[in-house]
């Protein structure tokens, strides 16, 4: 029997009986609760012995690891949760503690959680053991009210098989497809932009809010087939309710950390407002996915070619019920577009950092697209040409490693297993740390933090490299690899070079108040805690 408190109160109401039966003298008469309480307080101190210090420090099969500096008594190093950057933390452990791939730290009680820190270590949780561990309990519970059961949340073979069914919307020559559709969204996300910028006097504009309605857009198109067009009206509904979800502000951290630690059931009983703008948005966006699958099945009975977008791949397959063709809805749209556009968005920070780069850039775009418009023509192969641009791809890359959309990511055995030969007990929580991985000074050089995307190109063919000059390919976890690595990784890098390309090819832009201190805030992505303003300025598209 495990140790718990629950199991701890059942064991304390058998003694109480038993010593009801065996020891009739010492019972006063009403006295079983008072001695199911003594028995429970008796329990529970040896549980809190056992699990602060017994195991710990003598019985646990990893109390030899390497343990990180900094664990308090009772809470381990369970704060950290509450940190921001998510995994900066961990990267700071990872910089300080000897280790051989694996970092021991404590989480609330003491109990066991592991970092993984090198490639070979991170193949064999990513890759070899994957289906020996799931996503913690505790955070699918809770991204699932967000999320509904899709293909993010589903585990083991139920995940396999959806998985294969979807892979064919992801499949390159389909990516390849698409690229006229990112380029043409992606010239109308510049126009929206130069609209509002003609508007106001400032040139001051707030690009998330933009990042987010494009790539909504996109998604929209290659997963549903429909335009949502959410740049040519604010107002739309979807975009309206992901937003007030997606926000990142301290309230909503702390309500997702809170997730982690209580049991739901607690979290959702108490007088918060945000429990009821949560229920109402989740409904929301449900209703209006039910909504899209309902529209979608009627149109695919008339449709003289087949489609390809995500959502006509799954009903096709017939292997979706109606509320799971929703689930996965949720899911690829959730998951397809504040991910692309928390990316897009740091990359106007870090281009805006860097000034040079950026003039760099822009050369580059001119140089190989003469004329932006032309793309949208469907004789275009704008896959070949902008996969040849060696700096954009560096940009791109570099972006994505400084700046991991989902920067902590964490696994849980469902059975015994082995890290690296280390054996591993059924769960154990394990920590895999794009953050940390991608700036890890011992796998990308003393440079690490640095954004230098030259070390994506190739110095002598001047061509752009798969590795940025890292041993590994474990070395970038943006995407994670194996699996459940993104099944979308593809399309967001195809989407990114459209989307980065049109943007600094059509505006000079730089931070609106440039001693403005960036905080990266987000819940399970990193976004900029207070958006990010930039002062934009179109410029001459020439060659
Ligand atoms: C820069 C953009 C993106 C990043 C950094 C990213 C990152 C990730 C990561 C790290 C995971 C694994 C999460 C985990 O297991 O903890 C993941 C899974 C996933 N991503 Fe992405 N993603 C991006 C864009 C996209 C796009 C554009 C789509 C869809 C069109 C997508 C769909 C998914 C789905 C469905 C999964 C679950 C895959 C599975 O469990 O089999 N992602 N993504």
């Not at 109390?63 to 500096?69: F, N």
């Not at 991204?143 to 959806?162: P, S, V, W, Y």
Request: with cysteine.
């Amino acid at each position: 029997m495990e140790f718990t408190v629950a199991n701890a109160a059942v064991s304390s109401l058998l003694e109480s009986v038993l010593a009801y039966f065996f020891l009739p003298q010492r019972y006063l008469a009403g006295s079983f609760t008072w001695f199911f309480f003594i028995f429970f307080f008796c329990n529970f101190a040896i549980l809190t012995i056992y699990k602060l210090v017994l195991y710990p420090i003598l019985l646990s099969p990893l109390r030899h690891l390497p343990l990180a500096r900094g664990s308090w008594p009772l809470v381990g190093h369970a704060l950290i949760l509450f940190q921001r950057p998510g995994g900066e933390p961990h990267l700071r452990m990872i910089k300080e503690t000897e280790n051989d791939g694996i970092i021991l730290t404590r989480g609330f009680f003491h109990s066991d959680r592991l970092i993984v820190t090198n490639p070979a270590a991170l193949a064999d949780v990513l890759v070899h053991k994957s289906y020996d561990m799931e996503k913690p309990p505790w955070s699918r519970a809770f991204l699932r009210k967000f999320l509904g059961d899709g293909l993010l949340m589903t585990e083991g073979d139920e995940h396999r098989h959806h998985r294969k069914q979807i892979m064919p919307a992801f499949h390159f020559r389909h990516i390849k497809e698409l690229y006229p559709v990112f380029w043409s969204k992606s010239i109308e996300f510049c126009d929206a932009i130069k609209a509002a910028l003609s508007e106001g006097e400032s040139k001051v504009l707030e690009i998330g809010h933009y990042s987010t309605q494009v790539t909504l857009d996109i998604i929209g198109l290659a997963g549903l087939g429909r335009d949502i067009a959410s740049l040519r009206n604010s107002d739309d509904e979807l975009i309206n309710n992901y937003e007030e979800i997606l926000e990142p502000t301290t309230e909503k951290g702390v309500y997702f950390v809170l997730h982690l630690i209580f049991p739901h059931w607690l979290i959702e009983s108490l007088p918060w407002k945000l429990n009821n703008r949560v229920r109402i948005t989740t409904s929301n966006l449900k209703r209006i996915c039910a909504d899209f699958v309902v529209q979608k099945k009627a149109n695919l009975k008339h449709e003289s070619e087949e489609s390809r977008d995500i959502l006509s791949i799954m009903i096709r397959s017939n292997d979706f019920s109606d509320s799971n063709l929703v689930d996965q809805l949720l899911t690829f749209l959730a998951a397809g577009h504040e991910t692309t556009s928390s990316a897009l968005t740091w990359s106007s920070y870090l281009l805006s950092k860097h000034p040079d780069v950026q003039t760099r850039l822009r050369s580059e775009i001119h140089e190989y697209i003469p004329d932006p418009r032309a793309l949208s023509n469907p004789s275009m192969d704008v896959a070949s040409l902008l996969e040849s641009m060696p700096y954009l791809n560096g940009v791109c890359n570099e972006v994505l490693r400084l700046y991991p959309t989902i920067p902590v990511s964490a696994r849980y055995t469902i059975r015994d297993t082995t890290i690296t030969g280390q054996f591993v007990p059924k769960s154990t929580v394990i920590f895999v740390i794009p953050w940390a991985i991608n700036r890890n000074p011992k796998l990308w050089g003393p440079d690490a933090e640095a954004f230098v995307p030259e070390r994506w190109i190739d110095k002598e063919m001047g061509r752009a490299t798969m590795n940025g000059g890292a041993d590994s390919n474990y070395s970038f976890l943006t995407f994670l690899h194996g699996p459940r690595s993104c099944i979308g990784e593809r399309f967001a890098r195809a989407e990114m070079r459209s989307l980065v390309a049109a943007l600094v090819g059509m505006f000079r832009f730089e931070m609106a108040d440039p001693n403005e201190k960036i905080v990266v805030g987000g819940t399970v992505t990193s976004k900029p805690m207070n958006g990010m303003r930039l002062k934009m300025t179109p410029v001459e598209w020439s060659a």
